[in-house]
């Protein structure tokens, strides 16, 4: 009786091994590139400040060679602009 109860929690501890295994191990198709998005100020009071951001991250693209995890990695560059905007505190009105 022993040895039946042994197989069965043996053979339990198997299926639950090859399923762990097949969870975090499987073969990965061909990846798409990781997107990663990028919003910096091209123009405007601040787009020096915004080309050297973008310039620097390129370089650093460069040097890795565009990859992380063994993934291509794309980075998408997007203008958010730069106006002056001038907020103004709301005061209390006494009531």
Avoid: H
């Avoid at 198709?29 to 400040?49: C, D, H, M, W």
């Amino acid at each position: 009786m022993a040895t039946k109860a042994r197989a069965t929690v043996l053979c339990r501890l198997l299926v639950a091994a090859m399923f762990i295994f097949l969870c975090f191990f499987t073969v990965s198709q061909a990846a798409e590139p990781v997107k990663i998005g990028y919003l910096v100020s091209l123009s405007g009071v601040y787009a020096a400040l915004g080309e050297d951001l973008r310039d620097g991250l390129n370089l650093y693209m460069e040097q890795i060679g565009s990859k992380a995890g063994g993934r291509d990695i794309q980075v998408i560059v997007e203008n958010i602009g730069s106006a002056v905007v001038t907020l103004t505190r709301r005061r209390p009105t006494n009531s």
